[in-house]
């Protein structure tokens, strides 16, 4: 089960519950992964609905990776996400979410 006190979303990939989260390693991976502008730059996309499938893509890829998965891009175009792609979409959402929130003190 994902914790979502350490930033972890849970996902269900091809019937098996996965814990993503986007640790410092899988962000820099995230960044080379898009190529183009910054970790800001997606967030504001996904505040403002104008978020890629391929943002999506890579957000859980690197989720997966954060999370202790050894996966890769074309492992995950043939995975089945429970709820479709807009389960995804939420669930990478989340993933920024978590990963630049400031927690209380």
């Known amino acids: ?20 989260k986007l640790t410092l390693g899988a962000l820099a991976e995230l960044e080379q992964e898009l190529g183009t502008g910054t970790l800001v730059e997606l967030v504001q996309r996904f505040e403002g609905g104008a978020y890629s499938s391929s943002d999506v893509l890579a957000l859980i890829v690197a989720g997966l990776r954060g999370g202790g998965a ?5 492992n995950l175009m043939r995975a089945e996400i429970e709820g479709g792609p807009m389960e995804g979409a939420r669930a990478a959402a989340e993933l920024l979410a978590r990963a630049f929130m400031v927690p209380d003190r």
Do not use: Y
């Open 1 to 20: 089960m994902a914790n979502p006190w350490t930033g972890e979303v849970a996902l269900t990939i091809d019937g098996k519950p996965r814990a993503l």
């Open 70 to 74: 050894d996966v890769t891009r074309a």
